[in-house]
C-alpha cells in the first residue's frame, strides 16, 4: 500500500466503526444483546441488596427531595410519592411469583393486609411486619407496625426535624400496592410510635380506606354470611 493510500483506508475504518457504534443519546446493548428486560422474572426472587449501597441510594433520595421540600410535611409527601410507582410494580410481581395455585389478587381487605404485612415485608426486608391491627377510631383505619424499620436505620435527623420519619417511603409503596389492587385509599402515611422505649424507631403505618372500599367489603361480608 503506498504512502497516499494509508490516510484513506484509515479513514474508511473509522468510518466503519462510527456506523457500527450506537447512537450516543440511544441505548447501550452488552455483546450478549440482552437487556435487563430479557430475565426471567423470578431469577433474581432470593437476591439481596447490599445495605450499604442502599443505605447510599436512599441518604441521596432524601437529600434530592430536601433540597425541594420547603417543609417536613411536604417532604414526607416527596418520598411517599417516590414510593408509590414501586408499590403498583411490586404487587404484579409478586403475585406473578408466587404458586399457581395462589397467584390471585386479594378481594377482600384483611387479604391484602396480610399480603402486606407477610408477602411484601419479607420481601423488601427479608421478615414479615411486626403487627397488623384494625384502628379503634374507624374501621376504615389499620395499622401496620414495624419495630425496627430498615430505612431509618441509617438516618441521622436534626432536632429541628424530629418530626420527620423517612419511612414515609414505605408508606408509599403500600399506597402503590392498596391502589394497585383496586383497595383505593385516602392516604398512607408513617407514624412514630410515643412513648416508646424498647424500640425507639418503632413506626406505625396509618392505612385509611375510602368509603367505597369499606363499603364494598361490607356487601361481601354481607354475601358469605
Known amino acids: 500500500m503506498s504512502i497516499s ?6 479513514s474508511n475504518v473509522l468510518q466503519q466503526q462510527l456506523q457500527q457504534a450506537p447512537p450516543s443519546g440511544g441505548l447501550r446493548y452488552p455483546s450478549s444483546k440482552k437487556t435487563i428486560y430479557d430475565r426471567n422474572l423470578n431469577r433474581t426472587r432470593t437476591s439481596e441488596l447490599s445495605r450499604a449501597s442502599f443505605a447510599y441510594l436512599f441518604i441521596e433520595m432524601i437529600s434530592y427531595a430536601q433540597k425541594r421540600a420547603p417543609s417536613v410535611s411536604d417532604l414526607e409527601k416527596r418520598l411517599n410519592a417516590s414510593g408509590y410507582p414501586l408499590g ?8 406473578y411469583r408466587e ?10 381487605i384483611l387479604a391484602l393486609l396480610q399480603f402486606v404485612h407477610t408477602t411484601l415485608w419479607k420481601h423488601l426486608f427479608g421478615r414479615p411486619a411486626d403487627a397488623l391491627e384494625l384502628s379503634n377510631n ?12 430498615l430505612v431509618n436505620a441509617y438516618i441521622s435527623i436534626p432536632k429541628e426535624m424530629s418530626q420527620l420519619n423517612c419511612a414515609a417511603y414505605v408508606a408509599g409503596i403500600i399506597e402503590g400496592v392498596c391502589d394497585g389492587a383496586g383497595f383505593v385509599t385516602e392516604s398512607v ?27 364494598r367489603e361490607g356487601i361481601l361480608k354481607g354475601g358469605t354470611s
Do not use: C
Open 5 to 10: 493510500q494509508q490516510p484513506k483506508a484509515a
Open 138 to 149: 374507624s374501621p376504615a383505619e389499620y395499622m401496620i407496625t414495624d419495630n425496627e424499620p
Open 88 to 95: 403498583l410494580k411490586l404487587l404484579d410481581l409478586l403475585i
Open 99 to 108: 404458586p399457581p395455585r395462589s397467584a390471585l389478587r386479594p378481594t377482600r
Open 189 to 215: 402515611t408513617a407514624h412514630w410510635a410515643e412513648g416508646e422505649d424498647i424500640w425507639p424507631g418503632k413506626t406505625i403505618f396509618l392505612i385509611k380506606f375510602k368509603p367505597e372500599v369499606i363499603e
